[in-house]
Nanobody
Framework: QVQLVESGGGSVQAGGSLRLSCAASGLTSSSNPMGWFRQAPGQEREGVAA????????VYADSVKGRFTISQDNAKPTVYLQMNSLKPEDTAMYYC???????????????????WGQGTLVTVSS
């Protein structure tokens, strides 16, 4: 059974940075890729970034390209989300995900991911 535990959230001013971590256990070959999602109050959960560990390919939502970087330490194993130049609109609960089953072009669809962490809250003030 896959278990995902996020950490690293907090409050930061606009323009600041945070690094989120997702400690994973019970991973299998079907746990590739790993992803980060976020959900703001009253909004649907949306895909932020994903990483394919075998190929090293990373994908991002347009809203975070150039500001966020997803990476993975397979030895631990842990997935990271480095968030720079944060904006108030980045405020949300951030979730780590695995167990994706779908076309690669559908990675942002939360319904195609089966394992989730409990989330870590990121608050960006202006």
């Amino acid at each position: 059974q896959v278990q995902l535990v996020e950490s690293g959230g907090g409050s930061v001013q606009a323009g600041g940075s945070l690094r989120l971590s997702c400690a994973a256990s019970g991973l299998t070959s079907s746990s590739n890729p790993m992803g980060w999602f976020r959900q703001a109050p009253g909004q649907e959960r949306e895909g932020v970034a994903a990483i394919y560990s075998r190929s090293g390919i990373t994908v991002y939502a347009d809203s975070v390209k150039g500001r966020f970087t997803i990476s993975q330490d397979n030895a631990k194993p842990t997935v990271y989300l480095q968030m720079n130049s944060l904006k108030p609109e980045d405020t949300a609960m951030y979730y780590c995900a695995s167990g994706f089953q779908g076309l690669s072009s559908e990675w942002r669809s939360q319904r195609l991911w089966s394992a989730w962490g409990q989330g870590t809250l990121v608050t960006v003030s202006s």
